[in-house]
């Protein structure tokens, strides 16, 4: 499918059940999209810059008023809970057992249900993005509830008109996330949940920013409760948060200046492509391959595999993108070894060593490597009365460097008259249709 003419035939081809969602000229989303000169993993990078300084500002007493609230519900022998996980890998990265993570907010998953919920009580606290009506509940009963917005989820700043019904009552049972919520946290993220505008492909704003706005949300407010718990720090501070959001720029301002090399990769992506070969993604006990696969806003030709299919799956030519909460997971670098011995190309994004590493660090074998500046093996911030630093960076970070380098591959296989396909994500009315167009497309071409 030539780049000129793809969007006309998905369009065309949506019409049997595409209707009733056109992006509004005008919207938020096209007004702060970045210029369109810049490269754009860069345009990525400043869309991410806008969130962490929103949080960095605008919503940084906000986090101060909900540990606060968390410390009381702590002293008084109650209960924290917390179910702020929209944004696909997060289900994990968040896990209460995560190294790095001194677990307060035990994390639920999408397992929850409502007598896990009925358990919430007057005095409890809860952080959520997801506003069921055992959420209110929770909240009319006496819980101290903290609710983040996020695109998939109608609130008061979401447009009207552009949420299916379908998706509003699996996700809110009608209800706002401002019902919900004694304090709100905005995450900056558009209802589109992608940010990149490629003329060629217009009718979908690729890739997202969840992980940015909610993950960066919970470790802020992780490290202001642990600071307050245990390390000494009055009630109303907001050190620690900001630190970890300064420190996430800070190192994403380094990604962000290994473009050149992350483009280097993304051509040869393309040859892979161009070549016959498939997009896949595995990682091993943190689920960041999920970050990258039938997710909103998406590559629908970026798909899961795993050490029980590969061998069905994988050829030679193919390519693998393999991440990891540290360098030298040893499945990761087993599952690289199989990778390169079936003829295939290994990517890695993580960081190119960590501290104490057994040696065997996935950055040494793969065919291409995108650094993440996060060495640490637990967290990357030092807190008094913690033997082990907390709050990690590798996962946020992750998701950082997946999406500037999927931005410039999509920007290279455009410049090769090969525009790939995107999915819309079924939270958007027409999403769901929009996406099985798409993917008929890619699943025929590869792409």
């Given at each position: 499918m030539r780049r000129r003419t793809f969007s006309k035939k998905i369009m065309a081809g949506s019409a049997l059940g595409f209707t009733g969602y056109t992006m509004p000229i005008g919207s938020y989303a096209e007004k702060v999209l970045q210029p369109k000169q810049k490269p754009y993993g860069e345009q990525y990078f400043d869309w991410a810059a806008k969130v962490w300084e929103r949080q960095a500002t605008s919503?940084?007493?906000?986090?101060?008023?909900?540990?606060?609230?968390?410390?009381e519900t702590i002293k008084n022998g109650k209960k924290l809970y917390s179910q702020a996980m929209l944004g696909h890998m997060l289900t994990t990265e968040l896990r209460k057992d995560r190294p790095g993570n001194p677990g307060y907010l035990d994390t639920w998953r999408w397992s929850a249900t409502d007598e896990m919920y009925a358990s919430i009580g007057k005095g409890d606290f809860l952080l959520f993005d997801w506003t069921k009506k055992r959420v209110k509940d929770a909240h009319d009963r006496g819980a101290f509830t903290v609710g983040v917005r996020v695109p998939y989820v109608p609130n008061k700043t979401t447009p009207k008109g552009v949420l299916s019904q379908t998706n509003?009552?699996?996700?809110?049972?009608?209800?706002?996330?401002?019902?919900?919520?004694?304090?709100?946290?905005?995450?900056?993220?558009?209802?589109?949940?992608?940010?990149?505008?490629?003329p060629e492909i217009p009718s979908v704003r690729a890739f997202p920013l969840c992980v940015q706005g909610v993950g960066i949300f919970y470790w802020m407010l992780t490290a202001e409760i642990a600071a307050r718990v245990r390390g000494g720090a009055a009630m109303g501070s907001t050190d620690r948060a900001l630190e970890y959001v300064n420190l996430i720029c800070k190192r994403g301002k380094k990604i962000l200046a290994d473009?050149?090399?992350?483009?280097?990769?993304?051509?040869?992506?393309?040859?892979?492509?161009?070549?016959?070969?498939?997009?896949?993604?595995?990682?091993?006990?943190?689920?960041?391959?999920?970050?990258?696969?039938?997710?909103?806003?998406?590559?629908?030709?970026?798909?899961?595999?795993?050490?029980?299919?590969?061998?069905?799956?994988?050829?030679?030519g193919h390519f693998v993108i393999i991440s990891g909460e540290h360098s030298d997971v040893k499945e990761n670098y087993e599952m690289a070894l199989a990778v390169k011995a079936v003829g295939a190309k290994v990517i890695n994004i993580g960081p190119a060593r960590t501290e104490g590493s057994t040696g065997k660090d996935l950055s040494k074998i793969a065919d291409w490597h995108i650094e993440t500046y996060s060495p640490e093996r637990e967290g990357a911030l030092s807190v008094s009365g913690f033997d082990k630093k907390i709050c990690p960076t590798t996962g946020i970070l992750f998701a950082l460097a997946l999406w500037i380098t999927n931005a410039q591959f999509v920007a290279r296989m455009i410049e090769a008259d090969m525009t790939p396909g995107f999915d819309m994500g079924g939270h958007l009315i027409g999403g769901s249709a929009y996406d099985k167009d798409v993917r008929a497309i890619v699943d025929k071409r590869g792409y």
């Amino acid at each position: 499918m030539r780049r000129r003419t793809f969007s006309k035939k998905i369009m065309a081809g949506s019409a049997l059940g595409f209707t009733g969602y056109t992006m509004p000229i005008g919207s938020y989303a096209e007004k702060v999209l970045q210029p369109k000169q810049k490269p754009y993993g860069e345009q990525y990078f400043d869309w991410a810059a806008k969130v962490w300084e929103r949080q960095a500002t605008s919503e940084l007493p906000i986090i101060g008023q909900a540990a606060d609230k968390a410390t009381e519900t702590i002293k008084n022998g109650k209960k924290l809970y917390s179910q702020a996980m929209l944004g696909h890998m997060l289900t994990t990265e968040l896990r209460k057992d995560r190294p790095g993570n001194p677990g307060y907010l035990d994390t639920w998953r999408w397992s929850a249900t409502d007598e896990m919920y009925a358990s919430i009580g007057k005095g409890d606290f809860l952080l959520f993005d997801w506003t069921k009506k055992r959420v209110k509940d929770a909240h009319d009963r006496g819980a101290f509830t903290v609710g983040v917005r996020v695109p998939y989820v109608p609130n008061k700043t979401t447009p009207k008109g552009v949420l299916s019904q379908t998706n509003q009552l699996l996700f809110t049972d009608g209800l706002l996330t401002e019902d919900c919520s004694d304090l709100v946290l905005t995450s900056g993220v558009p209802f589109t949940s992608g940010v990149l505008s490629y003329p060629e492909i217009p009718s979908v704003r690729a890739f997202p920013l969840c992980v940015q706005g909610v993950g960066i949300f919970y470790w802020m407010l992780t490290a202001e409760i642990a600071a307050r718990v245990r390390g000494g720090a009055a009630m109303g501070s907001t050190d620690r948060a900001l630190e970890y959001v300064n420190l996430i720029c800070k190192r994403g301002k380094k990604i962000l200046a290994d473009l050149g090399h992350i483009d280097e990769a993304a051509k040869a992506m393309v040859e892979y492509v161009r070549g016959g070969g498939r997009y896949w993604n595995y990682s091993y006990g943190c689920e960041m391959d999920a970050e990258n696969e039938q997710r909103a806003s998406g590559l629908p030709m970026s798909q899961g595999i795993s050490p029980g299919s590969y061998k069905d799956r994988l050829k030679p030519g193919h390519f693998v993108i393999i991440s990891g909460e540290h360098s030298d997971v040893k499945e990761n670098y087993e599952m690289a070894l199989a990778v390169k011995a079936v003829g295939a190309k290994v990517i890695n994004i993580g960081p190119a060593r960590t501290e104490g590493s057994t040696g065997k660090d996935l950055s040494k074998i793969a065919d291409w490597h995108i650094e993440t500046y996060s060495p640490e093996r637990e967290g990357a911030l030092s807190v008094s009365g913690f033997d082990k630093k907390i709050c990690p960076t590798t996962g946020i970070l992750f998701a950082l460097a997946l999406w500037i380098t999927n931005a410039q591959f999509v920007a290279r296989m455009i410049e090769a008259d090969m525009t790939p396909g995107f999915d819309m994500g079924g939270h958007l009315i027409g999403g769901s249709a929009y996406d099985k167009d798409v993917r008929a497309i890619v699943d025929k071409r590869g792409y």
